[in-house]
């Protein structure tokens, strides 16, 4: 039977660095965020599995919402166009906003939603990414939590996807090129 891991060139994160890391970013922001009103926004689809991981590891009462924007459909490159799909169900104003993110890529999406919220007048608005692609960043982002800064090669799992395909590999994982070339 074909398996999901035969189509990955390589592990690049196994699930007990993942988790590991997500449990140590979960304890940083639950000394940071003590006594305040902390909402998480997680961006749909990518950061799902991110978001339930770190929320279990906040010791903190806390809110979640999420948004969904536009991403790279089935290509591999950022468009550059941002759109909201999926807009928040509930008004930020005067809340610590922490936006979590699996991936910072060409910083873009980020930037922009980033400002987008801003806008709407929170106490505190601060970015949350699981990985960090640092070689190809053109918009300038400041992230204040990042798990794994990963070299520039295209990654699933754990969430991130091809073609909406590989989000449920617990792992991050290097897709075979030859996959999506
Ligand atoms: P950015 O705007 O270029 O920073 O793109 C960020 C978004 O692109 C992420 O939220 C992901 O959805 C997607 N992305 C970037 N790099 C990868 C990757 O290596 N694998 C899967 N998705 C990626
Ligand atoms: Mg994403």
Do not use: W
């Amino acid at each position: 039977m074909p398996s999901l891991a035969d189509d990955m060139a390589e592990i690049l994160i196994d699930e007990q660095a993942l988790q590991a890391t997500i449990k140590r970013m979960g304890e940083q922001i639950t000394r940071d965020y003590a006594g305040k009103e902390l909402l998480l926004i997680g961006v749909l689809k990518g950061a799902i599995m991110f978001m339930v991981d770190l929320a279990r590891s906040i010791n903190l009462p806390l809110t979640l919402d999420f948004m969904a924007i536009s991403s790279y459909g089935a290509s591999t490159v950022s468009s550059g166009v941002v759109r909201i799909l999926k807009d928040l169900d509930s008004s930020i104003e005067n809340k610590h906003v922490l936006i979590v993110e699996d991936i910072i890529d060409s910083g873009m999406t980020l930037s922009y939603l980033a400002d987008y919220l801003k806008a709407r007048g929170p106490a505190s608005l601060k970015i949350c990414a699981l990985l960090n692609k640092p070689d190809r960043r053109t918009s300038d982002v400041a992230i204040d939590y990042h798990g794994f800064d990963i070299p520039d090669k295209f990654v699933v799992g754990y969430g991130l996807d091809y073609a909406e395909v590989y989000r449920n590999l617990p792992y991050i994982g290097v897709l075979k090129p030859e996959l999506y070339s």
